[in-house]
């Protein structure tokens, strides 16, 4: 029997489709408009209004790169919001200062260093040679921050005047290396973390061997940081015109001068002459106002971002678009994983993928290979290397250039180069190789009462991480270990014209300072990227009439749209990058170590990596 319907239900079941339907229409719509929007503010050109007499502000979010990681988008959220810090591509400050030199409307450069995390030491020095040459144009540069951490004050001493906070002060800190150390922990667990190493110096294994640094990487340790100091105190005496001396005692005399001053930071950093004045914000401001004019808007100095200034000079600064004889540059930054990687991390198939591109494009007559790597997959580094080699074979040049770190895997793909550059500072050597293979089978029949048992018909069928590592397995992995060494040093004899027993003298995974290399002969010339392209340039043929073009991978779209934002959403901010608690640095570092050993995958377990980090 039917029923029949309701005729007010229907009715109301009408209205509530009807209001349905307009909610949804108006949701999409404003979704629609709301990406527009973003893609308009993301992609706009507009150039900014810079006033007749404006300042250029450079100042570096968190720490300086050679080239940006590629992040997901929860990561980008973590740095836009200050939860892990911030990168800024060395590129675009370098190039940003250099075009403001003969830019008549910049009458000042203010360094703004407030955010600034941090670099290695050549990443400061490319600065360091930019503002140095903004001088020139008889321009005035003003450093200003709350307070001056040892990288910030490197470039602050660049500059013609340095004001620091009322309550502000400079820590010269020196340059350390500590590192966790795991094995009493590690013994505590019951873990069994089998070691496979090649070369008395490898350290990059010690802490899940030792519960400290062992005398031999002490020694070598020493040595390179002393070097990498000693290069800082000259530098900045000679830019701030006073003497390394000085800055020495600085450095060891803080507690007293502070002491001196009656906790006055800010009073022992201008008695001392590291700063020249000490202002608030506010005086800071009005400062900067009366060198540049006030802008009757923000009722701050008139001002221009590096990042919004960038902009304004030639939008093809990476040479992508470059026609003719070109210089091709492939950055290779970050730990050598096998397969594919992001930009950031260097990849076996991906890293030869650019240089491949680069070997078949016949515009591009030379080829430099720039290494910012502590090393990683020796699998992978071999790929690398045989690309370049191929390069090679085929005509083209193919030169090496250090960046702040080319050690272990790092030298490894810088082999097959027709010269090999590095920068004093470039921390690099590491010539060594091991392998490690964690088991947990312990703790897991000690404490949860599970053990593992099962057949096989050949021994590597039961190797697996909850059973004991079979001896015979273990043997065949230091032989890999062992074989492996032996091809890292006929790589660098062959590359550097030495005898295997030469090499291994100052091999046995040992780091050295650039200039320490550059006297052993590892590396070639000492000099920055601009020199290497040069010298691949030359060596070419070409003359002075060609184009540099950076080769990278392009970038997805909805990765570019989000980098963009983010990057708005940071310079749309006058925020500081706040310091991590102690607490949270530790768990950090030990959340850090763990994810670089898992994400490790060279399919014979060797690597040649050192215990630098990159940045």
Request: glycine share 8%.
């Given at each position: 029997m039917a029923t029949a319907t309701n005729p007010f239900k229907q009715f109301f079941r009408g209205i509530w489709g009807a209001v349905d339907t307009t909610r949804r229409f108006t949701i999409n719509l404003l979704f629609l408009v709301i990406v527009v929007v973003l893609?308009?503010?993301?992609?706009?050109?507009?150039?900014?209004?810079?006033?007749?007499?404006?300042?250029?502000?450079?100042?570096?979010?968190?720490?300086?790169?050679?080239?940006?990681?590629?992040?997901?988008?929860?990561?980008?959220?973590?740095?836009?919001?200050?939860?892990?810090?911030?990168?800024?591509?060395?590129?675009?400050?370098?190039?940003?200062?250099?075009?403001?030199?003969?830019?008549?409307?910049?009458?000042?450069?203010?360094?703004?260093?407030?955010?600034?995390?941090?670099?290695?030491?050549?990443?400061?020095?490319?600065?360091?040679?930019?503002?140095?040459?903004?001088?020139?144009?008889?321009?005035?540069?003003?450093?200003?921050?709350?307070?001056?951490?040892?990288?910030?004050?490197?470039?602050?001493?660049?500059?013609?005047?340095?004001?620091?906070?009322?309550?502000?002060?400079?820590?010269?800190?020196?340059?350390?290396?500590?590192?966790?150390?795991?094995?009493?922990?590690?013994?505590?667990?019951?873990?069994?973390?089998?070691?496979?190493?090649?070369?008395?110096?490898?350290?990059a294994v010690e802490p899940y061997l030792l519960n400290g640094m062992s005398d031999y990487a002490r020694e070598a340790n020493e040595e390179w940081l002393g070097d990498l100091w000693q290069i800082y105190l000259d530098e900045v005496a000679v830019a701030r015109g006073t003497t390394s001396e000085r800055l020495h005692e600085y450095a060891h005399e803080f507690p007293r001068l502070v002491a001196e001053a009656n906790g006055d930071t800010a009073?022992?950093?201008?008695?001392?002459?590291?700063?020249?004045?000490?202002?608030?914000?506010?005086?800071?401001?009005?400062?900067?106002?009366?060198?540049?004019?006030?802008?009757?808007?923000?009722?701050?100095?008139?001002?221009?971002?590096?990042?919004?200034?960038?902009?304004?000079?030639?939008?093809?600064?990476?040479?992508?678009?470059?026609?003719?004889?070109?210089?091709?540059?492939?950055?290779?930054?970050?730990?050598?994983?096998?397969?594919?990687?992001?930009?950031?991390?260097?990849?076996?198939?991906?890293?030869?993928?650019?240089?491949?591109?680069?070997?078949?494009?016949?515009?591009?007559?030379?080829?430099?290979?720039?290494?910012?790597?502590?090393?990683?997959?020796?699998?992978?580094?071999e790929v690398i290397r045989r690309e370049c080699e191929k390069a090679r074979a085929e005509g083209k040049p193919v030169i090496a250039s250090m960046g702040s770190v080319a050690a272990s895997g790092g030298f490894w793909i810088s082999t097959s180069s027709d010269q090999i550059w590095a920068h004093p500072s470039t921390i690099t050597g590491s010539i060594g190789i091991y392998g490690m293979i964690p088991t947990y089978q312990r703790p897991l029949a000690e404490h949860l009462g599970i053990r593992v048992d099962g057949v096989s018909t050949a021994p590597l069928a039961g190797v697996r991480p909850d059973r004991e590592l079979p001896a015979e397995v273990g043997e065949v992995i230091q032989d890999i270990i062992e074989n492996g060494y032996r091809d890292f040093l006929q790589r660098v004899a062959d590359s550097r014209g030495m005898t295997t027993e030469e090499v291994d003298q100052v091999a046995q995974g040992r780091v050295w300072s650039g200039m320490d290399a550059f006297e052993l002969g590892l590396v070639d010339q000492l000099g920055d990227l601009d020199g290497a392209v040069a010298a691949a340039a030359e060596l070419a043929g070409?003359?002075?009439?060609?184009?540099?073009?950076?080769?990278?991978?392009?970038?997805?779209?909805?990765?570019?749209?989000?980098?963009?934002?983010?990057?708005?959403?940071?310079?749309?901010?006058?925020?500081?990058?706040?310091?991590?608690?102690?607490?949270?640095?530790?768990?950090?570092?030990?959340?850090?170590?763990?994810?670089?050993?898992?994400?490790?995958?060279?399919?014979?377990?060797?690597?040649?990596?050192?215990n630098i980090e990159t940045d």
């Open positions: 893609l308009a503010a993301v992609f706009s050109s507009d150039e900014p209004e810079i006033a007749d007499t404006t300042a250029l502000v450079v100042a570096p979010q968190g720490i300086l790169v050679e080239q940006l990681t590629a992040k997901t988008f929860e990561q980008l959220l973590d740095e836009a919001s200050g939860e892990a810090p911030p990168e800024t591509l060395l590129k675009d400050v370098v190039d940003a200062i250099e075009a403001a030199t003969d830019d008549d409307r910049i009458q000042v450069l203010v360094l703004n260093l407030s955010s600034f995390s941090g670099a290695r030491l050549t990443k400061l020095q490319d600065v360091g040679r930019a503002i140095t040459h903004f001088k020139t144009s008889g321009k005035k540069v003003v450093a200003m921050a709350d307070e001056y951490a040892q990288d910030a004050y490197y470039l602050a001493a660049h500059a013609d005047e340095i004001i620091t906070h009322k309550m502000g002060l400079v820590v010269l800190e020196g340059y350390g290396r500590y590192r966790m150390y795991y094995k009493e922990g590690i013994d505590k667990l019951g873990l069994d973390v089998h070691i496979f190493k090649v070369g008395t110096y490898k350290s009073k022992a950093t201008l008695d001392f002459g590291l700063a020249d004045q000490a202002l608030t914000r506010v005086e800071m401001r009005e400062y900067l106002i009366s060198l540049v004019g006030e802008d009757e808007e923000t009722h701050s100095y008139n001002q221009v971002a590096f990042s919004e200034y960038l902009k304004t000079i030639d939008e093809d600064r990476f040479g992508r678009e470059a026609r003719g004889d070109k210089v091709g540059v492939i950055v290779a930054r970050g730990t050598i994983l096998d397969g594919t990687q992001p930009a950031g991390t260097i990849g076996g198939d991906s890293t030869a993928a650019l240089i491949r591109q680069a070997r078949h494009d016949e515009n591009v007559k030379a080829i430099v290979l720039r290494v910012d790597s502590g090393g990683g997959s020796a699998f992978a580094s070409l003359g002075d009439d060609y184009a540099v073009s950076f080769i990278e991978k392009e970038q997805k779209f909805k990765d570019r749209i989000m980098r963009e934002l983010m990057a708005k959403a940071v310079d749309s901010t006058d925020q500081n990058v706040s310091s991590a608690s102690t607490l949270e640095r530790t768990l950090r570092q030990i959340e850090k170590s763990a994810r670089e050993f898992g994400s490790l995958n060279d399919p014979n377990h060797a690597y040649a990596l050192s």
